[in-house]
């Protein structure tokens, strides 16, 4: 199946909250941030040619600008274009040419792009992959979790319920190839994505024998090491036992990460490193 990275939106993040413990005079050398202390960051995601599925993404970013407020948009520095739009009309594809999509967790910069700014459909023929876990914290009204699953897509998920295809077992293949894997961490019922040979156009090395979409348990090639997390984590051990789980696989058969948030590369491959735990050793595009 054919995999094409394409950037949905760009945004800004507070630095600090994108490190959680991690001092500023640490991750500021790797990752420079503004007077204001915001980093850039990117919206990834994963545009899939599926040979009986058809065409599917991986995530979806935040949406269109034109869903937020004046507001919104500049406490986020939302770019004002919906650039998961252009890349589709660049691909000769609309919203209705995609089938399916599947979501590593229901956050806005994950799930915004699910809803034109009416409310409703932004892929009206689309079945909708995620963990039952995951759909059950982002509409079940929690109030600690406001800011985590605000209205707008804690509604839209409750009016999308006929597309929903809730997951309930970590590793389903929800298509032949295509794997959804448990990565609680960021939030209880976040998933990765396992793609099995994916071609990669335009990368001129033999295909890798599989690529992980990793969502925000590794949003940046800059999280490799263990304790570099997101203060958004909600269960941040469990964040640390699945870089413990995935990266040493991933570095020994050569399997590439993708990275959801990385604002200068879609992916990397990586191996350990006796003082850094893990760096990359390339990156997607190279």
Known sequence: MQVFPIVANHFTSDGGAMFGLVPKALWSRICPANEQNLIAQRANVL??????????????????????????????????RWLLETALHEKNLTFNDIAWVVLTHAHWDHAGG?????????????????????????????PLLYKSYPARIADGLRRLQ?????????????????HLESAA???????CVRVDGPELPGHPDPAPPALLF?????PTQHHLRMVFQTAY???????????????????????????????????????????REFVTTRTFPS
């Open 214 to 218: 990793t969502g925000d348990n590794c």
């Open 162 to 178: 006929p597309h929903i295809r809730p997951v309930t077992e970590p590793g389903t293949e929800i298509y032949p190839g295509i």
């Open 114 to 142: 699910l809803l034109l700014p009416d409310g409703s459909p932004a892929f009206p023929k689309a079945a909708i992959h995620l963990f039952r876990t995951e759909y059950d914290l982002a509409t079940g009204g929690n």
């Open 47 to 80: 545009l899939i040619k599926h040979p009986e599925a058809g065409w599917g993404l991986l995530d979806t970013g935040c949406g269109s600008p034109d869903a937020f407020s004046e507001k919104e948009r500049t406490l986020n520095g939302l770019d004002d």
């Open 233 to 275: 984590d909600t269960l941040p051990l469990e964040t640390r036992a699945w870089k413990q789980r995935w990266f040493p696989e991933c570095a020994r058969k050569k399997i590439p990460l993708f990275f959801s948030h990385d604002a200068d590369t879609f992916g990397a491959w990586i191996e350990p490193d006796p003082k």
């Open 185 to 191: 961490g960021h939030t209880a019922g976040q998933a």
